[in-house]
């Protein structure tokens, strides 16, 4: 079963006890992050997320109130010794903005992180219990949303 856990919902402005856009799905064990905005980290620590849980992350669009908080989720996870793989699903700029800032940082990233930029309306995930679809929509700027859809196993009768 597909749960959804809201850590931000706000623009870009802070606001009291309000944070940017960043939401998390549950699929039984597995955790996505879709969106990254600053606080995320914050709001995982509140709502006692393991963050090693997640394997894949969704960036939407290049407002900041998305992905802001990105580059601190990929640099902590380095500073906790992550090894585990980590998929990063978004615009194709996103790669050379991350690239940029941990170029200058001289940071270095202890996993292997797999950037997949989004096209047009495709599946980009297809694992044994889901499938994510990404669909362009319309904004000001290129900007995808994501349809998570789980997969039934057919019932055994007898």
Avoid at 121 to 142: A, T
Wanted: charged share 20%; hydrophobic share 40%; aromatic share 10%.
């Amino acid at each position: 079963m597909l749960a959804v856990t809201i850590l931000g919902n706000n623009s870009a402005l802070p606001m009291h006890d309000r944070h940017p856009t960043s939401q998390l799905v549950t699929n039984g064990e597995q955790l996505f992050l879709v969106d990254c905005g600053e606080g995320t980290q914050i709001q995982m620590n509140r709502y006692k997320i393991r963050r090693s849980r997640i394997n894949h992350i969704f960036i939407s669009h290049l407002h900041g109130d998305h992905y802001f908080g990105l580059s601190g989720l990929l640099n902590s996870y380095s500073l906790t010794n992550r090894t585990e793989p980590l998929h990063l699903y978004g615009p194709a700029m996103l790669k050379d903005i991350l690239d940029l800032q941990f170029k200058a940082a001289s940071a270095h990233l202890s996993f292997p992180l797999h950037f997949h930029p989004l096209g047009e309306n495709e599946i980009i995930l297809d694992e044994k219990k889901l499938s994510v679809f990404s669909f362009k929509v319309q904004h000001r700027i290129p900007c995808w949303g994501f349809l998570f859809r789980e997969k039934i196993k057919p019932r055994k009768v007898d």
